[in-house]
């Protein structure tokens, strides 16, 4: 499912003292956790912790996996110095042993898994969603390209089987009800690879 190449990239970049995304939260995820209660959340493709260990400060109760386990051992630092604790798990999603129907939050922040396996992913996902569990997602966006392109310190995905379209994240959360769904034009100022305009869509659903 991953190769070598492709965890040592994320091993490289998490290896170093900075955080790579920094060490605040996602602005959508801040503004979209403000109106839930605080209950157990899922965070998928995690990388360095800076929206769990932020959801962890507000109350939530979180979970948390990546394949990265330098992410891991930054995410756990972070949430060390912000006094909270985490249960992250490094591996790929069809070995972790999640229940079903156990989460009242499942987060998608910039979870880019690779084109092959990204649906499938998250069909995995939804089943571990409560009924009435929300779904919170913000990833780049098929148009976001010809921004990377123009500005490659804005970070992303370089190949476009690997970005999102509304339609394949409609089918994909086939049956959830959709708060909103929008593709915008957005400025990011996330750490060291985040940086400049992007294009992304962001959604907030909820299982039936
Ligand atoms: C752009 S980073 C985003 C990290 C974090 N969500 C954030 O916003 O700060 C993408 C993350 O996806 C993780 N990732 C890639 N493929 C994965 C897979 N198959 N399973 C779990 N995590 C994966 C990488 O290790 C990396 O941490």
Not at 112 to 117: E, K, L
Not at 167 to 172: A, G, I, T
Request: overall charge negative; some cysteine; hydrophobic content about 40%.
């Amino acid at each position: 499912m991953i190769n070598d190449e492709w965890l040592n990239r994320w091993n490289d970049r998490y290896r170093h003292s900075e955080y790579a995304y920094g060490v605040d939260p996602n602005n959508f995820l801040k503004d979209q956790l403000r109106v839930l209660e605080p209950g157990k959340a899922l965070f998928a493709a995690e990388g360095e912790g800076r929206n769990a260990v932020f959801a962890a400060t507000q109350g939530w109760d979180v979970y948390a996996f990546d394949i990265s386990d330098e992410g891991r051992r930054k995410a756990l630092q972070l949430a060390e110095k912000n006094q909270v604790s985490l249960e992250y798990l490094v591996g790929q999603l069809p070995d972790l042993d999640y229940q079903a129907a156990s989460f009242d939050a499942l987060i998608l922040i910039f979870a880019h898994f690779p084109a092959s396996i990204k649906s499938e992913y998250h069909q995995k996902l939804v089943k571990l969603l409560k009924p009435g569990g929300v779904v919170i997602f913000e990833a780049y966006s098929k148009d976001h390209l010809a921004f990377r392109t123009a500005n490659p310190a804005v970070g992303g995905p370089a190949n476009i089987e690997d970005l999102f379209s509304i339609e394949e994240l409609q089918h994909d959360f086939e049956g959830f009800s959709f708060d909103f769904i929008t593709e915008e034009m957005i400025q990011l100022h996330e750490g060291l690879y985040h940086q400049g305009t992007g294009c992304v869509i962001h959604f907030m659903a909820k299982k039936q």
